[in-house]
């Protein structure tokens, strides 16, 4: 089963190897979409967890009891066709290529099954067409 989720770390666990802890302590694999971490900040990661649903849930629980905000919310991109001028720079950054300019018409394509979420495009937009749905 994968799991996306959003991880906040506190200034004071931001050095914990967490994606090692997971993969050896509960056979999970952590695929890294999106991170900022500094050291003394608040550091943020998304990330995809793949494993056995009860090591998962138990993986969940094990970083919350560190101090580790998790948020399983699912966030989606939406781009809003109305304000968007098709000018393609998004697609430069999107690393999945669910986004892209349609070769006979240049209009903006998006398709959202390829989307992980990393929310790369936003700052990128200089309309700002695109944004999160929470």
Do not use: H
């Amino acid at each position: 089963m994968k799991k996306r989720v959003t991880l906040t770390f506190p200034k004071r666990t931001i050095q914990m190897p967490v994606a090692y802890r997971l993969a050896k302590d509960f056979n999970i694999a952590a695929n890294i979409i999106r991170a900022q971490v500094a050291p003394n900040q608040i550091g943020k990661l998304v990330v995809e967890l793949a494993g056995d649903i009860d090591e998962l849930d138990a993986a969940i629980e094990w970083m919350r009891s560190q101090g580790i905000q998790v948020s399983t919310a699912n966030k989606e991109i939406y781009v809003d066709e109305e304000v968007c001028v098709d000018c393609g720079l998004c697609t430069g950054v999107c690393p999945t290529e669910a986004l892209n300019l349609a070769p006979d018409t240049f209009k903006l394509n998006f398709t959202r099954s390829r989307c992980i979420v990393c929310e790369q495009c936003i700052p990128t937009c200089p309309v700002g067409a695109i944004s999160t749905n929470l």
